[in-house]
C-alpha cells in the first residue's frame, strides 16, 4: 500500500519558520505532482503550493515569497520551507501527490495525515 507520512508540523511564532516534510513509502515511483494544501478551521481547504514532475512551481499569492515547495525524486519526498510565518499561516496542511503508473489509464492520488502548524502573535 501507499502511505504518505507528514512531519515538521509545530508552534512556532510570527515571523520565525518551519519545514514540513512529507515521504511515500510503497510500491510507488515516477510521482507526477507533489502538492500542499492547508485547511483553517471553519474554512475550505485550499492549494498552498505544488511542484510537477517538470520542476515546475506554483504558488498561492499569500504566501509568495515565504514558502518554497521542493522534491527529492530518489527519496519520493516533497518539502514545503515556510519562512517569516503569520498568524493567518495557522491550519493543518496536507501533503497530496498525484501518480500515474506508466502505461495505466486511471490516476491515483494520495494524501497525507495531516499536520497542524500554529503560528502565534
Known amino acids: 500500500q501507499v502511505q504518505l507520512v507528514e512531519s515538521g508540523g509545530g508552534l512556532v511564532q510570527a515571523g520565525g519558520s518551519l519545514r514540513l516534510s512529507c515521504a511515500a513509502s510503497?510500491?510507488?515511483?515516477?510521482?507526477?505532482?507533489m502538492r500542499w494544501y492547508r485547511q483553517a478551521p471553519g474554512k475550505q481547504r485550499e492549494l498552498v503550493a505544488e511542484?510537477?514532475?517538470?520542476?515546475?512551481?506554483n504558488y498561492i499569492d499569500s504566501v509568495k515569497g515565504r514558502f518554497t515547495i521542493s522534491r527529492d525524486n530518489a527519496k519520493n519526498t516533497v518539502t514545503l520551507q515556510m519562512n517569516s510565518l503569520k498568524p493567518e499561516d495557522t491550519a493543518v496542511y496536507y501533503c497530496?501527490?498525484?501518480?500515474?503508473?506508466?502505461?495505466?489509464?486511471?490516476?491515483?492520488?494520495?494524501w497525507g495525515q495531516g499536520t497542524q502548524v500554529t503560528v502565534s502573535s
Open positions: 511542484v510537477t514532475s517538470g520542476g515546475t512551481t
Open positions: 497530496n501527490i498525484v501518480w500515474r503508473p506508466s502505461g495505466s489509464i486511471v490516476t491515483y492520488e494520495y
Open positions: 510503497g510500491s510507488i515511483f515516477r510521482i507526477n505532482d
